[in-house]
């Protein structure tokens, strides 16, 4: 009982004084209390959104009108490959989340086989597209927007593939939605005209982009319709493609990989590189020609029970994996639920993997070899938890050394050994007293730069989860294709002292933030999650699945619940620097909480909300239904049935 009082204090019930606080924390963690189940959240805590019940489908995505395009498809009798693939159609189309130039990455439970399928398509550097090149245009790292910022397109190729080979509709019939948008107009949301208007100037600097977003010379209202004629030109001649094979004999599978030859390397793809290139992009036919998706396979760890599954180094999952393996050697659930032990804990497992993803991640088909099996491994994450210190944040955080745990010599350690977070220009790390020139609106800005995601399961088995990206406002928009190129190039480094995986090199992916997420329990698919969102989506995730798993939370409570936000990582994006210590909570968390994350050494911020947009499905097996949560934070919006 002493010891359920005592978590009861620590989890906000009484204002305790900072000692007294390190005296039961001590107690506690020494063993001199009897340990005792966790102070609880609110079990029922109320949610501005409500959440989605179905026995027939879910769908969710980042627009209304894309998630109406995917039940579209569900009441038409396709599958949740189906929808999702009309969903992603749908929000290309809308461009301020995501355009048709950019990349996606999934996750698939194929219910006949019994596995999870993971989709890589992301798009590669092209021709030219090297460290030196981009010196002699004097900048670090490739640009924030613009054709020299763009790999080659990655989402045209992803639609196309998941359709052929796990749908069931015609490719006529999952672009019909995106064609109409594009081909008799949208009504403009705020979001899209607070895009256009924010990124006038860059948008007007491209002259194929101008003439669509400025059509009558002047930035378009809420509520005009926006119309897109060379973009619905381009996806009419995919469904060309398509019915000429049908027409010619082909299989459903063969005539949809005839509209992908014709992107890749047919007419569209001749004007894709002549509009490119004409912008002064780099792109080439072969470029196009010779990029691949991967139908791959993803990987995973067993935590508590939960089988959790991630694409692999060429984004930050492996992060979250790695997070939940050094948590699992940590006292974090005796804290309290939010409480500043529990917080400062979580914090310190995602410092520990956001550091290894930042010098080890990048594109496992191009060499060198990632070390995941030792990153992934538990004695390594062991190791790694060791270095948590209960009362303070630690600013200096490094990548560990995960060789010798999968029984090699590291090749990188005297890199390893200069390795900093938050370089100055002298090369040493700036203590967090001195990060005042760091622009922290900029960092947050970029490092949250966001897109979308989708959700989708139906009853026979099928679920999808997509985190897709790239080719957003502003977007320089490729010849008469009506196609934004992609912006995923800045996630490259150009030094290999920052991370000698993620180089930039012709034919070679950069390390996308991109995430999307499947928990398995009892080898069936229990959660599909994903969120928009950079650098900051694995933390949200993390969150979320451990509200559900250890805190009673519903899908929806978990996508509205109060998280905390870490920056101590190097942002993916921009300038790639860190803010070691900086921490976003709620404006509710208690002053005392505050107060003692204070006292441990970080910088605390607040904002009203800091759950992200996060969206997921719970498979309920035992019930025969799904539940779905879209998180209360921007456009997120779901439908069941």
Partial sequence: MLAVFLNGMLNAQLPLSIPMRRIILTMLAAGLIPSADLAKPESTPRTQKP?????????????PLATTSGASMFLAGGNAVDAACAM???????????????????????????????????????????????????????????PLAAVTPGTPGG?????????????????????KLADEGYPLEWSAVWSIRRHAENLRSWPTTEKIFFPKDQIPQVGDVFIQKDLANTLKKLVEAEKKAQADGASRREAIYAAYERFYRGDIAKELVRGTRELGGLFTEDDLANSKLHLEEPINVTYDGLDVYKLTSWTQGPMMLQTLNILEHTDILELGYNSAGYIHTLYQAMSLAFADRDFYYGDPYFPPEEPMSGLLSKEYAASRAALISPFHNDNFIKPGDPYPFQGEKNPYEDLLNQWT?????????????????IDIERFERTANLGTTAIQTADKSGWVVSVTPSGGWIPAAI????????????????????????????????????????????????????????GDFQEQNLIQMLLNMHHHGMNVQQAAE?????????????????????????????????????????????TRDRTSGPLMGIEIDHDRGTLRGGASNYGDDYGLAW
């Fill in 88 to 146: 992603l159609a749908t929000t290309a189309t809308m461009w301020d989340v995501l355009g048709w130039g950019g990349e996606t990455q999934a996750l698939i439970w194929h219910p006949e086989e019994k596995r999870v399928i993971g989709v890589n398509a992301l798009g590669v550097a092209p021709t030219g597209a090297t460290a030196d090149f981009f010196r002699q245009q004097g900048l670090e790292y490739p640009p924030e927007y613009g």
């Fill in 478 to 533: 490729a010849g008469n294709t009506g196609i934004g190129l992609s912006q995923r190039m800045q996630s490259f480094v150009t030094d290999r002292a920052q991370n000698p995986f993620n180089v930039i090199e012709p034919s070679k992916r950069p390390r996308v933030t991109l995430t999307p997420a499947i928990a398995l329990k009892d080898g069936k698919p229990w959660l599909s999650f994903s969120i928009q969102g």
């Fill in 561 to 605: 619940a109060a998280n905390f936000w870490s920056y101590q990582f190097r942002n993916s994006f921009d300038d790639h620097r860190a803010l070691p210590g900086e921490i976003l909570v709620r404006d509710d968390t208690p002053p005392w909480v505050k107060a003692e994350l204070e006292d441990r050494g970080y910088k605390v911020k």
């Fill in 421 to 437: 977070n938050t370089p100055d220009p002298d090369g040493e790390l700036m203590p967090p007293w001195q990060m005042a020139e």
């Fill in 159 to 179: 639609l196309l593939t998941m359709l052929a080979e796990y749908g069931t509709l015609s490719l006529a019939q999952v672009l019909a939605p995106a064609i």
């Fill in 51 to 63: 959440q989605l019940h179905g026995t027939e489908w879910v769908a969710i995505t980042g627009k």
